[in-house]
Protein backbone atom coordinates (compact mmCIF):
# COMPACT_ATOMS: atom_id res chain seq x y z
CA UNK A 1 0.00 0.00 0.00
CA UNK A 2 1.20 3.33 -0.96
CA UNK A 3 -0.42 6.00 0.82
CA UNK A 4 0.47 10.03 -0.28
CA UNK A 5 2.77 11.79 2.30
CA UNK A 6 1.96 15.11 3.36
CA UNK A 7 1.65 17.19 6.67
CA UNK A 8 -1.96 17.51 6.87
CA UNK A 9 -1.69 13.80 8.42
CA UNK A 10 -0.06 15.99 11.58
CA UNK A 11 -3.03 17.74 11.89
CA UNK A 12 -5.92 14.51 11.49
CA UNK A 13 -3.66 12.78 14.26
CA UNK A 14 -4.21 15.76 16.13
CA UNK A 15 -7.61 15.95 15.80
CA UNK A 16 -8.22 12.35 16.60
CA UNK A 17 -5.32 11.81 20.07
CA UNK A 18 -4.57 15.61 21.40
CA UNK A 19 -7.99 17.10 21.31
CA UNK A 20 -7.91 18.39 24.59
CA UNK A 21 -4.21 18.83 25.33
CA UNK A 22 -3.29 22.45 24.83
CA UNK A 23 -1.61 23.17 21.35
CA UNK A 24 -1.40 26.88 21.06
CA UNK A 25 -0.57 29.57 23.44
CA UNK A 26 -0.46 32.89 22.02
CA UNK A 27 -0.72 35.96 24.23
CA UNK A 28 -3.71 35.93 26.15
CA UNK A 29 -4.93 33.13 23.85
CA UNK A 30 -5.08 29.73 24.86
CA UNK A 31 -6.48 27.61 22.53
CA UNK A 32 -6.45 23.21 22.95
CA UNK A 33 -5.79 20.49 19.76
CA UNK A 34 -9.34 20.35 19.16
CA UNK A 35 -9.85 24.24 18.93
CA UNK A 36 -6.55 24.23 16.62
CA UNK A 37 -7.90 21.83 14.10
CA UNK A 38 -11.43 23.21 13.94
CA UNK A 39 -9.84 26.92 13.23
CA UNK A 40 -7.60 25.42 10.52
CA UNK A 41 -10.59 23.30 8.80
CA UNK A 42 -12.82 26.38 8.95
CA UNK A 43 -9.90 28.44 7.18
CA UNK A 44 -10.13 26.00 4.73
CA UNK A 45 -13.49 26.53 3.98
CA UNK A 46 -13.18 30.16 3.81
CA UNK A 47 -10.59 30.23 1.08
CA UNK A 48 -12.50 27.64 -0.81
CA UNK A 49 -15.95 28.65 -0.49
CA UNK A 50 -16.00 32.47 0.04
CA UNK A 51 -13.08 33.88 -1.19
CA UNK A 52 -12.95 31.64 -4.28
CA UNK A 53 -9.69 29.65 -4.00
CA UNK A 54 -8.78 26.95 -6.38
CA UNK A 55 -6.05 24.54 -6.25
CA UNK A 56 -2.77 25.71 -6.88
CA UNK A 57 -3.40 29.02 -6.13
CA UNK A 58 -0.58 31.05 -3.77
CA UNK A 59 -1.91 32.07 -0.26
CA UNK A 60 0.24 35.06 0.93
CA UNK A 61 0.11 35.87 4.47
CA UNK A 62 1.57 39.05 5.91
CA UNK A 63 1.90 38.12 9.67
CA UNK A 64 4.21 38.19 12.79
CA UNK A 65 3.86 34.46 14.79
CA UNK A 66 0.18 34.33 15.66
CA UNK A 67 -1.91 31.81 15.96
CA UNK A 68 -3.57 32.46 12.56
CA UNK A 69 0.04 31.82 10.48
CA UNK A 70 0.91 28.42 12.47
CA UNK A 71 -3.02 27.69 11.49
CA UNK A 72 -2.66 28.43 7.26
CA UNK A 73 -0.42 25.75 7.90
CA UNK A 74 -2.83 23.84 7.70
CA UNK A 75 -6.07 25.57 6.35
CA UNK A 76 -4.48 26.78 3.25
CA UNK A 77 -3.03 23.32 2.58
CA UNK A 78 -6.83 22.16 3.16
CA UNK A 79 -7.88 24.59 0.40
CA UNK A 80 -5.64 22.50 -1.99
CA UNK A 81 -3.57 26.48 -2.06
CA UNK A 82 -0.36 26.82 -1.74
CA UNK A 83 1.04 28.98 1.24
CA UNK A 84 3.70 31.84 0.52
CA UNK A 85 4.33 33.80 4.21
CA UNK A 86 5.86 36.74 3.68
CA UNK A 87 9.29 38.60 5.37
CA UNK A 88 7.75 41.00 7.30
CA UNK A 89 11.09 42.64 8.03
CA UNK A 90 11.03 43.58 3.85
CA UNK A 91 10.24 46.89 2.44
CA UNK A 92 6.69 47.00 0.55
CA UNK A 93 8.22 47.27 -3.00
CA UNK A 94 9.96 44.20 -2.35
CA UNK A 95 6.75 42.37 -0.92
CA UNK A 96 5.04 43.70 -3.67
CA UNK A 97 7.64 42.10 -5.88
CA UNK A 98 7.75 38.54 -4.07
CA UNK A 99 3.57 38.58 -4.51
CA UNK A 100 3.78 39.82 -8.20
CA UNK A 101 6.30 36.81 -8.75
CA UNK A 102 4.24 33.99 -6.91
CA UNK A 103 1.05 35.92 -8.56
CA UNK A 104 -0.57 35.32 -5.15
CA UNK A 105 -4.67 35.02 -5.12
CA UNK A 106 -5.22 35.77 -1.86
CA UNK A 107 -3.52 38.37 0.73
CA UNK A 108 -3.93 37.59 5.02
CA UNK A 109 -2.40 40.52 6.74
CA UNK A 110 -1.97 41.78 10.04
CA UNK A 111 -3.42 45.10 10.76
CA UNK A 112 -0.28 46.24 12.44
CA UNK A 113 1.16 45.48 8.88
CA UNK A 114 -0.96 47.68 6.74
CA UNK A 115 1.78 50.16 5.56
CA UNK A 116 3.52 47.20 4.11
CA UNK A 117 0.69 45.94 2.43
CA UNK A 118 1.33 44.69 -1.24
CA UNK A 119 -1.62 44.41 -4.10
CA UNK A 120 -2.80 41.20 -5.44
CA UNK A 121 -4.16 40.94 -9.09
CA UNK A 122 -7.10 39.95 -7.62
CA UNK A 123 -7.58 42.73 -5.08
CA UNK A 124 -8.56 40.29 -2.46
CA UNK A 125 -7.27 41.01 0.84
CA UNK A 126 -7.71 39.34 4.63
CA UNK A 127 -7.43 41.59 7.31
CA UNK A 128 -6.70 39.51 10.85
CA UNK A 129 -8.71 40.60 13.72
CA UNK A 130 -12.60 40.64 14.30
CA UNK A 131 -13.86 40.99 10.74
CA UNK A 132 -11.15 37.53 10.39
CA UNK A 133 -12.81 35.78 13.16
CA UNK A 134 -16.47 36.34 11.89
CA UNK A 135 -15.66 34.66 8.67
CA UNK A 136 -14.22 31.97 10.54
CA UNK A 137 -16.90 31.70 12.51
CA UNK A 138 -19.49 31.62 9.94
CA UNK A 139 -17.81 28.73 8.34
CA UNK A 140 -19.28 25.33 8.81
CA UNK A 141 -17.88 22.96 11.75
CA UNK A 142 -17.13 20.40 8.87
CA UNK A 143 -13.93 18.52 8.60
CA UNK A 144 -13.08 19.87 5.00
CA UNK A 145 -12.06 17.06 2.27
CA UNK A 146 -8.70 18.02 0.41
CA UNK A 147 -9.42 14.99 -1.94
CA UNK A 148 -6.94 13.07 -2.83
CA UNK A 149 -3.41 14.30 -2.53
CA UNK A 150 -0.56 14.22 -5.31
CA UNK A 151 2.88 14.04 -2.69
CA UNK A 152 5.08 15.73 -5.35
CA UNK A 153 2.66 18.56 -5.71
CA UNK A 154 3.91 22.20 -4.49
CA UNK A 155 1.83 23.42 -0.92
CA UNK A 156 4.44 25.90 0.18
CA UNK A 157 6.57 28.83 -1.26
CA UNK A 158 9.29 30.18 0.67
CA UNK A 159 11.07 32.98 -0.79
CA UNK A 160 14.96 33.14 0.03
CA UNK A 161 16.32 35.89 1.95
CA UNK A 162 17.49 37.95 -1.53
CA UNK A 163 20.66 38.36 0.94
CA UNK A 164 22.88 36.86 -2.25
CA UNK A 165 20.35 38.55 -5.31
CA UNK A 166 16.48 38.92 -6.02
CA UNK A 167 14.31 36.34 -4.01
CA UNK A 168 13.35 33.05 -5.35
CA UNK A 169 10.45 31.22 -4.41
CA UNK A 170 11.20 27.34 -3.37
CA UNK A 171 8.67 25.08 -3.92
CA UNK A 172 7.80 22.74 -1.19
CA UNK A 173 5.99 19.53 -1.82
CA UNK A 174 3.82 17.64 0.45
CA UNK A 175 6.56 14.60 0.79
CA UNK A 176 9.04 17.22 1.16
CA UNK A 177 7.68 18.56 4.49
CA UNK A 178 6.10 15.54 5.95
CA UNK A 179 9.56 13.97 5.23
CA UNK A 180 11.34 16.72 6.65
CA UNK A 181 8.82 16.91 9.97
CA UNK A 182 9.46 12.71 10.09
CA UNK A 183 13.49 13.07 9.98
CA UNK A 184 13.70 16.26 12.07
CA UNK A 185 11.93 14.77 15.33
CA UNK A 186 13.79 11.58 14.75
CA UNK A 187 17.38 13.23 15.29
CA UNK A 188 16.07 15.45 17.80
CA UNK A 189 14.64 13.50 19.76
CA UNK A 190 11.53 15.64 20.03
CA UNK A 191 8.20 14.28 21.86
CA UNK A 192 4.68 15.06 22.88
CA UNK A 193 5.99 16.90 26.32
CA UNK A 194 8.21 19.16 24.30
CA UNK A 195 7.24 22.90 24.85
CA UNK A 196 8.34 25.03 22.18
CA UNK A 197 8.95 28.69 21.84
CA UNK A 198 8.88 30.43 18.30
CA UNK A 199 11.16 32.65 18.61
CA UNK A 200 12.55 32.38 14.73
CA UNK A 201 9.54 34.04 12.32
CA UNK A 202 7.50 31.12 10.55
CA UNK A 203 8.77 33.13 7.37
CA UNK A 204 11.80 32.18 7.83
CA UNK A 205 14.19 29.22 7.00
CA UNK A 206 14.92 28.71 10.30
CA UNK A 207 11.38 28.98 11.87
CA UNK A 208 8.73 26.69 9.73
CA UNK A 209 9.94 23.44 10.01
CA UNK A 210 9.05 23.17 13.15
CA UNK A 211 5.25 23.72 13.23
CA UNK A 212 4.75 20.57 11.56
CA UNK A 213 6.96 18.20 13.73
CA UNK A 214 5.43 19.75 16.88
CA UNK A 215 1.75 19.22 15.43
CA UNK A 216 2.60 15.73 14.39
CA UNK A 217 3.85 14.81 18.14
CA UNK A 218 1.16 16.70 20.67
CA UNK A 219 3.45 19.15 21.91
CA UNK A 220 2.69 22.65 22.84
CA UNK A 221 3.35 25.88 20.03
CA UNK A 222 4.06 28.92 22.54
CA UNK A 223 3.91 32.36 19.83
CA UNK A 224 6.66 35.08 20.05
CA UNK A 225 5.57 37.85 17.44
CA UNK A 226 8.65 39.60 17.55
CA UNK A 227 11.97 38.76 19.28
CA UNK A 228 12.57 40.57 23.00
CA UNK A 229 14.89 38.78 24.84
CA UNK A 230 13.43 39.57 28.50
CA UNK A 231 9.76 38.50 27.06
CA UNK A 232 11.77 35.39 25.55
CA UNK A 233 13.04 34.50 29.51
CA UNK A 234 9.66 34.89 30.88
CA UNK A 235 8.11 32.85 28.32
CA UNK A 236 10.51 29.87 29.38
CA UNK A 237 9.58 30.21 33.11
CA UNK A 238 6.17 30.35 32.92
CA UNK A 239 5.76 27.87 30.07
CA UNK A 240 8.16 25.43 31.00
CA UNK A 241 9.49 25.85 27.67
CA UNK A 242 11.71 22.55 26.76
CA UNK A 243 13.16 23.49 23.22
CA UNK A 244 14.63 27.12 21.98
CA UNK A 245 16.00 27.89 18.56
CA UNK A 246 18.05 31.14 18.01
CA UNK A 247 20.62 32.49 15.43
CA UNK A 248 23.75 33.50 17.41
CA UNK A 249 22.56 37.51 17.80
CA UNK A 250 19.37 36.37 19.99
CA UNK A 251 21.90 33.93 21.88
CA UNK A 252 23.68 37.12 22.71
CA UNK A 253 21.27 39.37 23.71
CA UNK A 254 19.57 36.34 25.99
CA UNK A 255 22.99 36.09 27.76
CA UNK A 256 23.12 39.75 28.60
CA UNK A 257 19.59 40.82 29.39
CA UNK A 258 19.81 41.64 32.71
CA UNK A 259 17.03 39.26 34.06
CA UNK A 260 18.75 35.53 32.60
CA UNK A 261 19.94 35.53 36.36
CA UNK A 262 16.69 35.89 37.87
CA UNK A 263 14.28 33.47 35.55
CA UNK A 264 13.89 29.63 36.24
CA UNK A 265 14.97 28.48 33.02
CA UNK A 266 15.24 24.87 34.40
CA UNK A 267 12.61 23.57 32.43
CA UNK A 268 14.76 24.00 28.90
CA UNK A 269 15.83 20.61 27.54
CA UNK A 270 17.81 22.22 24.40
CA UNK A 271 19.09 24.87 22.40
CA UNK A 272 19.87 24.79 19.02
CA UNK A 273 21.85 27.78 17.32
CA UNK A 274 21.56 28.03 13.37
CA UNK A 275 21.00 30.81 11.17
CA UNK A 276 24.92 31.58 11.28
CA UNK A 277 27.80 29.73 12.47
CA UNK A 278 28.31 29.78 16.27
CA UNK A 279 31.83 29.61 18.01
CA UNK A 280 32.50 27.35 20.88
CA UNK A 281 33.02 30.41 23.58
CA UNK A 282 29.22 31.37 22.34
CA UNK A 283 28.01 27.41 23.17
CA UNK A 284 29.63 27.40 26.42
CA UNK A 285 27.79 30.46 27.83
CA UNK A 286 24.58 29.49 27.02
CA UNK A 287 25.14 26.03 28.20
CA UNK A 288 26.69 27.84 31.50
CA UNK A 289 23.59 29.57 31.15
CA UNK A 290 20.55 27.93 30.55
CA UNK A 291 22.14 24.21 31.60
CA UNK A 292 21.09 22.41 28.85
CA UNK A 293 22.53 20.86 25.78
CA UNK A 294 23.61 23.54 23.33
CA UNK A 295 24.38 22.08 19.68
CA UNK A 296 24.66 24.44 16.65
CA UNK A 297 22.23 23.26 13.35
CA UNK A 298 22.69 23.85 9.68
CA UNK A 299 19.47 24.33 7.11
CA UNK A 300 18.80 26.50 3.92
CA UNK A 301 15.66 27.36 2.22
CA UNK A 302 15.93 25.17 -0.55
CA UNK A 303 16.03 21.88 1.77
CA UNK A 304 12.75 22.22 4.38
CA UNK A 305 14.76 23.07 5.99
CA UNK A 306 17.44 21.21 8.26
CA UNK A 307 20.35 19.60 6.85
CA UNK A 308 22.46 18.75 10.03
CA UNK A 309 22.43 19.05 14.25
CA UNK A 310 26.26 19.09 16.12
CA UNK A 311 25.10 16.24 18.31
CA UNK A 312 27.09 14.49 20.31
CA UNK A 313 27.46 10.37 20.13
CA UNK A 314 27.72 7.86 22.69
CA UNK A 315 31.37 7.58 21.57
CA UNK A 316 32.34 11.03 22.91
CA UNK A 317 30.06 10.40 26.53
CA UNK A 318 33.81 9.70 28.52
CA UNK A 319 35.21 12.67 26.77
CA UNK A 320 36.03 15.89 28.51
CA UNK A 321 33.35 18.76 28.33
CA UNK A 322 35.74 20.80 26.07
CA UNK A 323 35.84 18.34 23.42
CA UNK A 324 32.35 17.44 23.53
CA UNK A 325 31.96 21.03 23.35
CA UNK A 326 33.97 21.83 20.35
CA UNK A 327 31.84 18.94 18.08
CA UNK A 328 28.50 20.57 19.06
CA UNK A 329 30.11 23.91 17.70
CA UNK A 330 30.47 22.22 14.48
CA UNK A 331 27.98 22.30 11.72
CA UNK A 332 27.02 19.10 12.91
CA UNK A 333 26.39 15.62 11.58
CA UNK A 334 23.67 15.04 8.67
CA UNK A 335 20.44 15.04 9.84
CA UNK A 336 17.77 11.45 9.41
CA UNK A 337 16.90 11.48 5.90
CA UNK A 338 19.78 13.73 4.59
CA UNK A 339 23.05 12.40 1.81
CA UNK A 340 25.18 15.14 2.44
CA UNK A 341 28.44 14.97 0.72
CA UNK A 342 31.67 18.10 0.82
CA UNK A 343 32.37 17.98 -2.84
CA UNK A 344 35.59 19.78 -4.46
CA UNK A 345 36.05 21.28 -7.90
CA UNK A 346 35.08 17.98 -9.65
CA UNK A 347 32.38 16.65 -7.57
CA UNK A 348 34.69 14.06 -5.93
CA UNK A 349 34.42 14.31 -2.07
CA UNK A 350 36.89 16.06 0.17
CA UNK A 351 39.25 14.31 2.53
CA UNK A 352 38.02 14.42 5.83
CA UNK A 353 41.25 15.40 7.07
CA UNK A 354 39.11 18.37 8.32
CA UNK A 355 41.06 20.78 6.80
CA UNK A 356 40.28 20.29 3.21
CA UNK A 357 37.55 22.61 1.84
CA UNK A 358 34.65 21.83 -0.73
CA UNK A 359 31.13 22.94 -1.24
CA UNK A 360 28.21 21.16 0.55
CA UNK A 361 25.93 19.71 -1.32
CA UNK A 362 22.90 17.41 -0.56
CA UNK A 363 20.25 14.85 -1.54
CA UNK A 364 17.38 14.57 0.48
CA UNK A 365 13.65 14.32 0.34
CA UNK A 366 12.94 17.00 1.46
CA UNK A 367 15.21 19.22 -1.09
CA UNK A 368 12.60 21.67 -3.17
CA UNK A 369 11.36 20.74 -6.44
CA UNK A 370 13.25 24.04 -7.78
CA UNK A 371 12.61 27.95 -7.48
CA UNK A 372 8.85 29.08 -8.87
CA UNK A 373 9.33 30.11 -12.68
CA UNK A 374 13.16 29.98 -12.76
CA UNK A 375 14.05 27.18 -14.60
CA UNK A 376 17.98 28.21 -15.13
CA UNK A 377 18.30 28.81 -11.54
CA UNK A 378 16.80 25.57 -10.81
CA UNK A 379 18.76 23.54 -13.10
CA UNK A 380 22.45 25.41 -11.71
CA UNK A 381 21.26 24.65 -8.31
CA UNK A 382 20.24 21.36 -8.62
CA UNK A 383 23.07 20.45 -11.20
CA UNK A 384 23.41 16.91 -11.35
CA UNK A 385 21.04 15.49 -8.97
CA UNK A 386 22.69 17.43 -5.60
CA UNK A 387 21.33 20.54 -4.14
CA UNK A 388 24.17 22.95 -4.87
CA UNK A 389 24.47 24.96 -1.32
CA UNK A 390 27.47 27.33 -1.76
CA UNK A 391 28.46 26.65 1.65
CA UNK A 392 31.72 26.01 1.64
CA UNK A 393 32.74 23.32 4.49
CA UNK A 394 35.40 20.58 5.53
CA UNK A 395 34.52 17.31 7.00
CA UNK A 396 36.69 15.85 10.09
CA UNK A 397 37.66 12.11 10.67
CA UNK A 398 34.02 11.60 12.55
CA UNK A 399 32.01 13.05 9.61
CA UNK A 400 31.45 16.10 11.55
CA UNK A 401 31.16 19.67 8.79
CA UNK A 402 32.12 22.52 9.50
CA UNK A 403 31.16 25.60 7.36
CA UNK A 404 34.10 27.54 7.10
CA UNK A 405 32.69 30.01 5.00
CA UNK A 406 30.09 31.40 1.75
CA UNK A 407 31.46 30.84 -2.00
CA UNK A 408 30.73 34.73 -2.10
CA UNK A 409 32.25 35.45 1.14
CA UNK A 410 35.79 33.71 0.80
CA UNK A 411 38.00 36.53 0.86
CA UNK A 412 41.34 35.97 -0.88
CA UNK A 413 44.17 37.91 -0.07
CA UNK A 414 47.46 37.77 -2.04
CA UNK A 415 46.44 34.26 -2.91
CA UNK A 416 45.82 33.02 0.24
CA UNK A 417 42.33 31.94 0.98
CA UNK A 418 40.79 33.68 4.17
CA UNK A 419 37.35 32.63 6.26
CA UNK A 420 35.30 35.45 7.22
CA UNK A 421 34.06 32.62 9.57
CA UNK A 422 37.03 32.50 11.19
CA UNK A 423 37.44 36.06 11.71
CA UNK A 424 34.22 36.53 12.99
CA UNK A 425 34.90 34.01 15.72
CA UNK A 426 38.27 35.32 16.85
CA UNK A 427 36.69 38.82 16.99
CA UNK A 428 33.63 37.56 19.16
CA UNK A 429 36.18 35.59 21.45
CA UNK A 430 37.00 39.37 22.98
CA UNK A 431 34.74 40.00 25.87
CA UNK A 432 33.61 43.39 24.57
CA UNK A 433 32.04 42.28 21.21
CA UNK A 434 28.81 41.58 20.72
CA UNK A 435 28.43 40.65 17.61
CA UNK A 436 30.90 40.82 14.49
CA UNK A 437 30.79 40.55 10.36
CA UNK A 438 34.19 40.12 8.04
CA UNK A 439 34.00 40.74 4.21
CA UNK A 440 36.80 41.82 1.91
CA UNK A 441 37.68 45.10 0.94
CA UNK A 442 39.87 46.19 -2.33
CA UNK A 443 43.74 46.50 -1.45
CA UNK A 444 45.98 47.68 -4.49
CA UNK A 445 48.64 45.27 -2.98
CA UNK A 446 46.90 42.07 -1.76
CA UNK A 447 44.17 42.41 -4.53
CA UNK A 448 41.34 41.85 -1.04
CA UNK A 449 42.11 42.16 3.14
CA UNK A 450 39.83 41.61 5.37
CA UNK A 451 37.22 44.59 6.59
CA UNK A 452 35.50 43.61 10.09
CA UNK A 453 32.24 45.39 11.43
CA UNK A 454 31.49 44.65 15.21
CA UNK A 455 29.02 45.69 17.73
CA UNK A 456 29.74 46.45 21.57
CA UNK A 457 28.18 44.43 24.40
CA UNK A 458 25.94 46.77 26.17
CA UNK A 459 28.03 48.69 29.37
CA UNK A 460 31.50 47.44 28.68
CA UNK A 461 34.55 49.69 27.86
CA UNK A 462 34.97 49.96 24.32
CA UNK A 463 37.73 48.98 22.84
CA UNK A 464 40.26 50.42 20.29
CA UNK A 465 40.34 49.19 17.21
CA UNK A 466 44.09 49.10 17.62
CA UNK A 467 43.52 46.62 20.25
CA UNK A 468 40.99 44.37 18.58
CA UNK A 469 43.50 43.99 15.86
CA UNK A 470 46.10 43.07 18.57
CA UNK A 471 43.39 40.56 20.57
CA UNK A 472 42.72 39.13 16.82
CA UNK A 473 46.54 39.12 15.94
CA UNK A 474 47.11 36.56 18.90
CA UNK A 475 44.76 34.13 17.75
CA UNK A 476 45.24 34.29 13.80
CA UNK A 477 47.76 34.34 11.26
CA UNK A 478 48.98 38.07 10.65
CA UNK A 479 47.49 38.15 6.85
CA UNK A 480 43.94 37.46 8.64
CA UNK A 481 44.15 40.28 10.92
CA UNK A 482 41.10 43.18 9.87
CA UNK A 483 42.78 46.02 7.93
CA UNK A 484 39.84 48.12 8.90
CA UNK A 485 37.38 48.03 12.07
CA UNK A 486 34.52 49.80 12.18
CA UNK A 487 32.39 49.97 15.55
CA UNK A 488 28.70 50.47 15.06
CA UNK A 489 25.93 50.66 17.28
CA UNK A 490 24.53 47.57 15.50
CA UNK A 491 24.93 45.87 12.62
CA UNK A 492 22.25 45.31 9.61
CA UNK A 493 19.91 42.61 10.01
CA UNK A 494 17.33 40.48 7.99
CA UNK A 495 13.98 38.93 9.15
CA UNK A 496 16.00 36.27 11.61
CA UNK A 497 18.57 38.37 12.96
CA UNK A 498 20.98 37.72 10.55
CA UNK A 499 23.46 39.75 9.77
CA UNK A 500 23.00 41.45 5.96
CA UNK A 501 26.73 41.31 4.82
CA UNK A 502 25.32 42.92 1.13
CA UNK A 503 24.74 46.09 3.26
CA UNK A 504 27.71 46.23 4.88
CA UNK A 505 28.95 45.96 1.31
CA UNK A 506 27.21 48.45 -0.10
CA UNK A 507 28.45 51.04 2.42
CA UNK A 508 29.13 54.65 0.88
CA UNK A 509 32.83 54.39 3.12
CA UNK A 510 33.29 50.65 1.70
Known amino acids: MKVALTPLDFLERARRLYGPLEAVVDGERRVDYTTFVGRAHRLGHLLVDELGVQPGDRVAYLCANTLELLEAYYGVLLAGAVLTPLNIRLSRPELQQIVEDCDARVLVMHPSLAALAPTTASGTTVVIGPDYEAALGRQPASLVDPGPIDEDAVCELFYTSGSTGEPKGAMLSHRALATHALDAALTMGVGHRDVVLHTIALFHVNGWGTPHWVTALGGRHVMLDRFDAGEVLRLIEAEGVTRLHLVPTMASLLLVHPDVGRRDLSSLVQA ?141 SGGENISSVQVEHALCAHPAILEAAVIGMADERWGEVPRAFVALRPGVAAPTTDDLRAFVAERLAKFKVPARIDILPELPKGGTGKIQKSLLRSREDA
Open 272 to 412: TVGGAPAGPELLADLEATFRCEVISGYGLTEASPQLTKAVTLRSHDGLPEAEQRRRRATTGLPNVGVDLRVFDGNDQEVPRDGATAGEICVRSNHVMIGYWNRPTETAEALAGGWLRTGDIATVDAEGYITIVDRKKDVIV
